[in-house]
C-alpha cells in the first residue's frame, strides 16, 4: 500500500508494553468485564501487558506541525474530537486527566498460601486475578488507593471492541529492509473498523496478546507516536513521549480499555 493511498481510518501506530517508558502503566489497576461481574486483575502481575496506541492522523488540532492547542484553553476550552466523541458512544472510556499519574504500590505481604480452585478450567485471568481482602468499611484503605467509582481510577475491558491482527506482507520492504508488518485494525462492535494502522510485526508482543487475549488499546490526538516538527525519531526521547501521552490524557482528547485481541497469522 503506498503512503500516499491513506483512508479516512488509516492513523499513526504503535505497538509495545505497558510498562515501556513512554507509557509508564504498570502501576495501573485493570478490570476484566466477565459475565460474573468485574474482575480486578492484580497489578503486579500485568506491569508487561502489551499495548497498541492509534494516534488520529487526522484531527480538528492536527496541522503540519502537529496537535496545537489553544492558547490559555482549559479542558472545557478544547474543541471536541469527533472521534474521540464516537468512541465513547459505542463504549470507549476517556482516560481521565491524572490517569498517567496513578500508581499502585506493590500490595503487602501475605502468609496465607491457600489456592482457590475453580471447577471450570482456569485461565490466564484467574491467574492475574487480584487477591485483596474483604473491605469492613467501603472506604478502607488497601494497597496505597481509596476506592473509587468505576472507570475512574482503573483500565476497564470494552466489551464488543476487537484488535485485529493480520499479516501484511510488503515485497520491496521486505527484500530491502527485511521488515514483516502486521495490519492492525481496531473494530467497534457493529464490526466496522475505527481505526488501521500498519507496524513492524514483534512477535514477543504478538506471543503475549495471544496469552492474553486482550490488548490495552489506547486511542487519541497525542499519544507520543508523532515526533514534532523537525525532530528526529532518535531524538524524540521516551521522556518527551511520555509528557506527550501526560498532555493527551489532561485535556481530554485519550480513550482506551482492555479490547479482545483476535490473531489472522
Not at 502501576?27 to 503486579?44: Q, S
Not at 492474553?212 to 499519544?223: A, F, K, P, Q, T
Request: net charge negative; glycine share 10%.
Amino acid at each position: 500500500m503506498s503512503w500516499h493511498q491513506f483512508e479516512q481510518v488509516d492513523d499513526n501506530g504503535q505497538i509495545l508494553f505497558s510498562d515501556d517508558p513512554a507509557l509508564r502503566l504498570e502501576g495501573i489497576v485493570m478490570g476484566l468485564e466477565t459475565a460474573e461481574g468485574t474482575v480486578t486483575l492484580d497489578h503486579a502481575q500485568t506491569r508487561h501487558m502489551p499495548a497498541a496506541l492509534f494516534e488520529f492522523r487526522r484531527a480538528l488540532g492536527v496541522g503540519h506541525f502537529g496537535y496545537v492547542v489553544p492558547k490559555r484553553a482549559s479542558l472545557e476550552g478544547i474543541p471536541k474530537e469527533p472521534q474521540i466523541e464516537g468512541a465513547i458512544l459505542f463504549g470507549m472510556r476517556r482516560l481521565p486527566p491524572e490517569f498517567s499519574d496513578l500508581r499502585l504500590p506493590d500490595p503487602p505481604g501475605s502468609d496465607d498460601d491457600e489456592v482457590r480452585l475453580d471447577e471450570k478450567r482456569p485461565t490466564i485471568f484467574d491467574e492475574l486475578r487480584m487477591r485483596e481482602p474483604l473491605r469492613r468499611d467501603p472506604d478502607e484503605v488497601y494497597f496505597g488507593m481509596r476506592r473509587r467509582p468505576p472507570g475512574y481510577a482503573d483500565l476497564r475491558s470494552i466489551p464488543g471492541w476487537e484488535l485485529h491482527e493480520t499479516p501484511d506482507e510488503q515485497p520491496k520492504l521486505a527484500g530491502r529492509l527485511g521488515y514483516t508488518y502486521s495490519r492492525l485494525e481496531l473494530r467497534t462492535p457493529d464490526g466496522e473498523i475505527y481505526s488501521r494502522t500498519w507496524v513492524p510485526h514483534d512477535p514477543e508482543w504478538a506471543a503475549a496478546a495471544l496469552r492474553h487475549g486482550y490488548v490495552v488499546c489506547l486511542c487519541g490526538v497525542e499519544l507520543g507516536i508523532r515526533a514534532p516538527y523537525a525532530m528526529t525519531d532518535a531524538q524524540y526521547t521516551p521522556r518527551m513521549r511520555h509528557e506527550c501521552f501526560r498532555h493527551g490524557c489532561a485535556v481530554g482528547l485519550t480513550v482506551g480499555g482492555l479490547v479482545a485481541y483476535v490473531d489472522h497469522r
